[in-house]
C-alpha cells in the first residue's frame, strides 16, 4: 500500500470498528425490540462494514480470505432500503414493519442473484479474478465477476441508493410541511429529530450522488473510488455515532402524535376503546387514538394504584407481563407519548413519589434522603442523583426541600 492507502486504511479501520461494536450494542441493548432503534443500528452496521471492505481492498486480505469478497455487497445493498425505512419508521411512528415494506428489499435480492456464480467457485478460481481486479481496481468498479453487463452492476447500486435516499429527502420534507400546517405544536418539539434525519439522509444522498458524478467523470486518476468509498461510508458511520453519543434522545422518535389517515377503518372503533388485548393486531403498525388512550390509561392508573415501580430492579418485560402488552409496543408508546425511555420514566415516578413521601409524611425528616430514595426502588445513590437532576435541574436537597412540611 501507497502513503495514502495506508493512511486511509488505519483511519477507516478505526471509524468503521467502532461504529460495527456501536451498532451491534445498540441493537443487542434494544431489548424492548423498537422497530427505529434497530433499523438505525443496521444503517450504522451497514455503513461501517461498507468502509471496512473498501478500505482492505488496498490490501492482501481477500487473496488471503477470497470466499469474503463481495460479501460485503449484502450490507451496501441493504443500508437504502433500511434508511429509507427507518425515516419511515421514525416520522410515522412504526413500530413494526408493514408486510409491504418487505418489497423495497428485492432490489438486493436481485443484486446478490447477480454474484451468485462467483460465490459458488473455488477459493483458487476467486483468487485469480480478485487478483486481476486488485491490480487494475478500474475492473473492480466494472465488476466483472457478476451476471450483469460490465459497469451496469455498480451504476444500478448506486442508482437504487440514490433513489431511496432522494425518497427519504422527499418524505422528511413533506412530513414536516404538514406537521407544521396541521399539528404546529408537535412540529416545534420534534425540530431536532427533523435535523437529524436531514442529516444522516443528506449524508448518504450526496455519497451515492458524489460516487455516481466519479463514475461518469471517470476521476480514478485522481483518487481511487474504492478510497472514496470507505472515506464516505466512515464518514456516515461517525455522524451516527456522534449523534447518538451527543444527542441519544434522537432514539426515541417524534414527540407527540399525529393522527394517520391509513388506519384501516376496521380497527378505528368509535365510542369503543381499544382493548388492551387487541394491541397487538396484524392489519396495523402504528397506534391509533383509541390505542392511545387505552395504553395512557393502563400505565398510568397501573402506576398510580400499584406502584410497581417501587421495586428495584422493576424493568420493562415487568410492566409488559402486568399488563399483558408486548415489549415493543410499551417501548414505543412511552417514547412517542413521553420523550423519554422506559428507565426515565420510571425514575420520574420515583421522584414523584419520594417528594409524595416528604410531603405526607410527618416523619419523613426524620429519614435521610437516600433512605427514602431506597424504598422508592432507587438502586444507588448516584441514580437518584442522576434522576432528579434530570428531572429538576437541581440537587436532591435544593428540589426535596420544597416538599417538606413547614413547622
Given at each position: 500500500?501507497?502513503a495514502?492507502e495506508?493512511?486511509n486504511?488505519m483511519?477507516?479501520?478505526?471509524i468503521g470498528?467502532?461504529?460495527?461494536?456501536v451498532?451491534?450494542?445498540?441493537?443487542?441493548?434494544?431489548?424492548?425490540k423498537?422497530l427505529?432503534?434497530r433499523?438505525?443500528?443496521?444503517?450504522l452496521?451497514?455503513?461501517?462494514?461498507?468502509?471496512i471492505?473498501?478500505?482492505?481492498?488496498?490490501?492482501?486480505f481477500?487473496?488471503?480470505?477470497?470466499?469474503?469478497?463481495?460479501?460485503p455487497v449484502?450490507f451496501?445493498g441493504l443500508?437504502p432500503?433500511?434508511?429509507?425505512?427507518?425515516?419511515?419508521?421514525?416520522l410515522n411512528?412504526?413500530?413494526?414493519?408493514n408486510g409491504s415494506?418487505?418489497?423495497?428489499?428485492?432490489?438486493?435480492?436481485?443484486?446478490?442473484?447477480?454474484f451468485?456464480?462467483f460465490?459458488l467457485?473455488?477459493?483458487?478460481s476467486?483468487?485469480?479474478?480478485?487478483?486481476?481486479?486488485v491490480t487494475d481496481?478500474?475492473?473492480?468498479?466494472?465488476?466483472?465477476?457478476?451476471l450483469f453487463?460490465l459497469?451496469?452492476?455498480?451504476m444500478?447500486?448506486?442508482?437504487?441508493?440514490?433513489?431511496?435516499?432522494?425518497?427519504?429527502?422527499?418524505?422528511i420534507?413533506?412530513?414536516?410541511?404538514?406537521?407544521?400546517?396541521?399539528?404546529?405544536?408537535?412540529?416545534f418539539?420534534n425540530?431536532?429529530i427533523?435535523k437529524?434525519?436531514?442529516?444522516l439522509?443528506?449524508?448518504?444522498f450526496?455519497?451515492?450522488l458524489?460516487f455516481?458524478?466519479?463514475h461518469?467523470?471517470?476521476l480514478?486518476?485522481?483518487m481511487?473510488?474504492?478510497?472514496?468509498?470507505?472515506?464516505t461510508?466512515?464518514?456516515?458511520?461517525?455522524?451516527?455515532?456522534?449523534?447518538l453519543?451527543?444527542k441519544?434522545?434522537?432514539l426515541?422518535?417524534?414527540?407527540?402524535w399525529?393522527?394517520?389517515p391509513?388506519?384501516?377503518?376496521?380497527?378505528a372503533?368509535?365510542?369503543?376503546p381499544k382493548?388492551?388485548d387487541?394491541?397487538?393486531?396484524?392489519?396495523?403498525?402504528f397506534?391509533?387514538?383509541e390505542?392511545?388512550?387505552?395504553?395512557?390509561?393502563?400505565?398510568?392508573?397501573?402506576?398510580?394504584?400499584?406502584?410497581p415501580?417501587?421495586a428495584?430492579?422493576y424493568?420493562?418485560k415487568?410492566?409488559?407481563?402486568?399488563?399483558?402488552?408486548p415489549?415493543?409496543l410499551?417501548?414505543?408508546?412511552?417514547n412517542?407519548e413521553?420523550?423519554?425511555?422506559?428507565?426515565?420514566?420510571i425514575?420520574?415516578?420515583r421522584?414523584?413519589y419520594?417528594?409524595?413521601?416528604?410531603?405526607?409524611?410527618?416523619?419523613?425528616?426524620?429519614?435521610?434522603?437516600e433512605a427514602?430514595?431506597?424504598?422508592?426502588?432507587?438502586?444507588?445513590?448516584?441514580?437518584f442523583?442522576?434522576?432528579?437532576k434530570?428531572?429538576?435541574?437541581?440537587t436532591?436537597?435544593?428540589y426535596?426541600?420544597?416538599f417538606l412540611p413547614?413547622?
Open positions: 500500500m501507497n495514502v495506508t493512511f486504511y483511519i477507516v479501520s478505526v470498528t467502532i461504529g460495527f461494536l451498532s451491534i450494542i445498540l441493537y443487542l441493548k434494544n431489548k424492548d423498537a427505529s432503534a433499523l438505525l443500528a443496521g444503517v452496521m451497514c455503513t461501517s462494514i461498507v468502509a471492505y473498501y478500505a482492505l481492498v488496498g490490501t492482501s481477500f487473496m488471503k480470505y477470497p470466499h469474503l469478497w463481495r460479501l449484502i451496501s443500508m432500503a433500511m434508511v429509507y425505512l427507518y425515516v419511515q419508521s421514525i411512528q412504526k413500530y413494526r414493519f415494506d418487505y418489497l423495497f428489499f428485492i432490489p438486493q435480492i436481485v443484486y446478490i442473484i447477480n451468485l456464480p460465490f467457485l473455488s477459493s483458487d476467486k483468487r485469480a479474478i480478485i487478483s486481476k481486479m481496481k478500474s475492473l473492480a468498479a466494472l465488476e466483472i465477476e457478476g453487463p459497469g451496469w452492476g455498480i444500478i447500486r448506486l442508482g437504487v441508493g440514490l433513489f431511496f435516499t432522494g425518497l427519504a429527502l422527499i418524505t420534507e413533506r412530513n414536516k410541511r404538514m406537521l407544521k400546517v396541521r399539528f404546529s405544536d408537535i412540529y418539539q425540530l431536532e427533523y437529524w434525519l436531514s442529516y439522509v443528506l449524508c448518504i450526496f455519497s451515492y458524489l455516481i458524478i466519479w461518469i467523470l471517470e480514478s486518476k485522481i481511487e473510488l474504492q478510497l472514496a468509498i470507505s472515506l461510508s466512515a464518514a456516515c458511520s461517525l455522524l451516527i455515532c456522534g449523534y453519543l451527543l441519544p434522545n434522537i426515541y422518535g417524534l414527540k407527540g399525529v393522527t394517520h391509513s388506519v384501516p377503518a376496521e380497527l372503533i368509535e365510542n369503543q382493548q388492551i387487541e394491541f397487538n393486531h396484524p392489519k396495523t403498525s397506534f391509533t387514538p390505542m392511545r388512550t387505552e395504553m395512557t390509561s393502563s400505565i398510568e392508573n397501573h402506576f398510580k394504584n400499584n406502584k415501580f417501587l428495584a430492579g424493568k420493562i415487568d410492566l409488559s407481563q402486568e399488563l399483558n402488552v415489549i415493543y410499551i417501548s414505543s408508546f412511552i412517542q413521553y420523550g423519554k425511555n422506559f428507565n426515565e420514566l425514575n420520574d415516578y421522584v414523584d419520594v417528594a409524595e413521601v416528604l410531603k405526607e409524611s410527618p416523619d419523613s425528616q426524620n429519614f435521610t434522603l427514602i430514595a431506597k424504598s422508592a426502588g432507587f438502586n444507588s445513590r448516584n441514580t442523583i442522576g434522576a432528579v434530570k428531572k429538576s435541574g437541581l436532591p436537597s435544593s426535596f426541600i420544597q413547614h413547622k
